[in-house]
């Protein structure tokens, strides 16, 4: 099978916490540990109906610093605090954009409604040809309806696609539909599987 299309994940593939200092520091403020803070922003009930869209970004972060007890003035420093670790692989997109005279390139993301916005204002959104987030479609991975919607709007099978991800339910939920899903673990290896696919 010829390949036609390569699909990435965003947040832990493209989009990356580098720098734990900052959430440290935040989670210091509130009393709080580390990894509670993170379950509280990512892993909460309010963080998964912002997945799919049944609330919007801000709702959630105004019921994560309810939660927490900010004030509602505190709720953006919280917020641009939560993220001032993450770190955007500019080596990666530019691998990415090297696909696309080639290949259909995509982006699968569980991401909240705040995210297209991003990346236009973040200048990557050339990087792809077809943009799928979970907030918009109303399904996040690993459904497989979120797939399906990427490859219909590609206009590919799943036995043309390469698909990467941190997460491996994701990497596995993939392979169940026929994409030729990667494991992501860093960049440089992740582009040279990628490669190898493609020769």
Not at 45 to 62: F, P, Q
Request: with cysteine.
């Amino acid at each position: 099978m010829t390949f036609r299309a390569v699909f990435f994940d965003l947040g832990g593939v493209i989009v990356r916490t580098e720098y734990q200092a900052p959430r440290e520091r935040l989670a210091d403020q509130l009393g709080m540990e580390y990894e509670d803070l993170v379950r509280a922003v990512f892993d909460s009930d309010s963080a998964l109906k912002a997945s799919v869209g049944t609330i919007t970004e801000d709702e959630h972060w105004n019921l994560v610093a309810r939660k927490l007890g900010c004030s509602e003035t505190e709720t953006a420093v919280l917020r641009s605090e939560f993220f001032a670790g993450d770190v955007i692989d500019h080596k990666l997109l530019e691998f990415i954009r090297s696909l696309k005279p080639h290949y259909k390139t995509g982006l699968i993301s569980n991401a909240w409604s705040g995210l297209r916005s991003y990346i236009v204002n973040k200048k990557f959104d050339d990087a792809f040809d077809n943009i799928i987030i979970s907030a918009e479609v109303g399904s996040a991975k690993p459904e497989a309806k979120i797939f399906r919607l990427a490859l219909k709007q590609a206009k590919v099978s799943a036995e043309e696609t390469i698909f990467v991800d941190d997460f491996p339910e994701n990497v596995d939920a993939a392979r169940a539909l026929g994409l030729a899903a990667i494991r992501f673990r860093d960049s440089e290896s992740t582009i040279k599987k990628v490669k190898s696919l493609l020769i």
